[in-house]
T-cell receptor
Framework: DADVTQTPRNRITKTGKRIMLECSQT?????MYWYRQDPGLGLRLIYY???????NKGEISDGYSVSRQAQAKFSLSLESAIPNQTALYFC????????????FGSGTRLTVV | KQEVTQIPAALSVPEGENLVLNCSFT??????LQWFRQDPGKGLTSLLL?????REQTSGRLNASLDKSSGRSTLYIAASQPGDSATYLC?????????FGKGNQVVVIP
């Protein structure tokens, strides 16, 4: 099984719908992250969490919310999806010091029509 | 804010040639620098991590160097193979953030 699992792998949704992307990890890491990747823009940080009670906004948090349900689970929600949120979304983890290597999930390809 | 730049954005090389990928970053106060590989539509695979106290890391045909003072890292891939075709991402870690470059898209021509 993958260390970082994202569900769903692909999703097509309509404008205005609420959607949740889920991430679970077996690395035992405290820190979890959500990134989005757009062609020509690279990866940008949406939200990050250093432990269950710690949630922080990243570069581009507007239009998104997150929930850290447990050490191993970190979900990303789009309350009202819009077409410019079409992107490849990645969940990642790192150790508690944050200076070790990051482990990324396989990504969720989200299309908003 | 850390800015990471990768040049060239895309390159093609014949099989067997050595690959040299460049990464520069604006803030030298980093803890480490990582190189990732990404295949089309796939996730990121960590290739090499260089701690700030190190000058280079090697794994098989891959070698990455780090010069913090000049804000540069270079990834060398020796004797390239068609299976090396992918996008290579450089990421600098500092201030609890991992800042990514936009990647070097590599095609190795058989």
């Amino acid at each position: 099984d993958a260390d970082v699992t994202q569900t769903p792998r692909n999703r097509i949704t309509k404008t205005g719908k609420r959607i949740m992307l889920e991430c679970s990890q077996t690395k035992g890491h405290d820190r979890m992250y959500w990134y989005r990747q757009d062609p020509g823009l690279g990866l940008r940080l949406i939200y990050y969490s250093f432990d269950v009670k710690d949630i922080n906004k990243g570069e581009i948090s507007d239009g998104y919310s997150v929930s850290r349900q447990a050490q191993a689970k970190f979900s990303l929600s789009l309350e009202s999806a819009i077409p410019n949120q079409t992107a490849l979304y990645f969940c990642a983890t790192s150790d508690s010091l944050g200076i070790g290597s990051y482990t990324f999930g396989s990504g969720t390809r989200l299309t908003v029509v | 804010k850390q800015e990471v730049t990768q040049i060239p954005a895309a390159l093609s090389v014949p099989e067997g040639e050595n690959l040299v990928l460049n990464c520069s970053f604006t803030d030298s106060a980093i803890y480490n620098l990582q190189w990732f590989r990404q295949d089309p539509g796939k996730g990121l695979t960590s290739l090499l991590l260089i701690q700030s106290s190190q000058r280079e890391q090697t794994s098989g045909r891959l070698n990455a160097s780090l010069d913090k003072s000049s804000g540069r890292s270079t990834l060398y891939i020796a004797a390239s193979q068609p299976g090396d075709s992918a996008t290579y991402l450089c990421a600098a870690y500092g201030n609890n953030r991992l800042a990514f470059g936009k990647g070097n898209q590599v095609v190795v021509i058989p």
